[in-house]
């Protein structure tokens, strides 16, 4: 008898196993598919920016945009917004030059800090080499925000420098301020937390 007993909890056993195996690959399909939504509309978003990037570089006199320059996102639970900034070398001097960009949060809503809305932000930070003549629509920013984040405005600036005078720029020196700003201004960029 003790042997049957034995057999007993195995099969018990072994079916809970295999029951859980089930139902952690449900539980992650799932997440996985949810996960992939909220990427997709980020990166919709930022394809979308790429494309209106390249329109205003072919159309106009400008060096420096962003887009979406606005965002708004009612919060739920986490988020993830992606958008666009690009960079054109119509440098007066007809040379190829190194561009960096930094983003910072400049405004944020009572209750929340400047430090902790900058690490919700991700985008590259290394500078980038642009022939003269061309330009770079492939700066990605990526805004994750957390879903304690508090509702209404959060402004953040988007400055871009370049090498002038045959520094290199550094992302973390680049602000509003910056004697080596590239564009005629750093632009903002406004996300809505409802």
């Known amino acids: 008898m003790a042997k049957?007993?034995?057999?007993?909890?195995?099969?018990?056993?072994?079916i809970t196993i295999v029951f859980a195996v089930v139902m952690l690959t449900l539980a992650l399909t799932w997440?996985?598919?949810y996960f992939g939504q909220v990427n997709d509309m980020s990166d919709e978003l930022f394809q979308q920016g790429q494309n209106k990037i390249k329109d205003i570089f072919s159309e106009g006199?400008?060096?420096?945009?962003i887009w979406p320059d606005t965002y708004t996102v009612t919060l739920a639970d986490e988020a993830r917004i992606a958008f666009a900034a690009g960079l054109k070398n119509d440098a007066d001097d007809g040379e190829n030059h190194k561009f960096v960009l930094n983003v910072y949060a400049t405004e944020v809503p009572n209750g929340m800090t400047k430090s902790q809305v900058n690490g919700w932000l991700s985008f590259s930070s290394?500078?980038?080499?642009?022939?003269i003549g061309s330009y770079d629509d492939s700066k990605k920013i990526v805004i994750n925000i957390p879903k304690?984040?508090?509702?209404?405005?959060?402004?953040?600036?988007v400055a871009a420098c370049w090498d002038a005078g045959g520094a290199e720029p550094k992302?973390?020196?680049?602000?509003?301020?910056?004697?080596n700003l590239w564009g005629a201004t750093s632009l903002e960029f406004l996300l809505t937390v409802e």
């Open 61 to 65: 006199d400008d060096n420096f945009f």
């Open 148 to 157: 304690n984040a508090k509702k209404g405005n959060y402004f953040f600036e």
């Open 4 to 14: 049957i007993g034995a057999f007993e909890l195995s099969m018990g056993f072994i």
């Open 126 to 131: 290394t500078s980038k080499t642009i022939n």
């Open 171 to 179: 992302s973390s020196s680049c602000n509003a301020d910056s004697d």
């Open 31 to 33: 997440l996985s598919g």
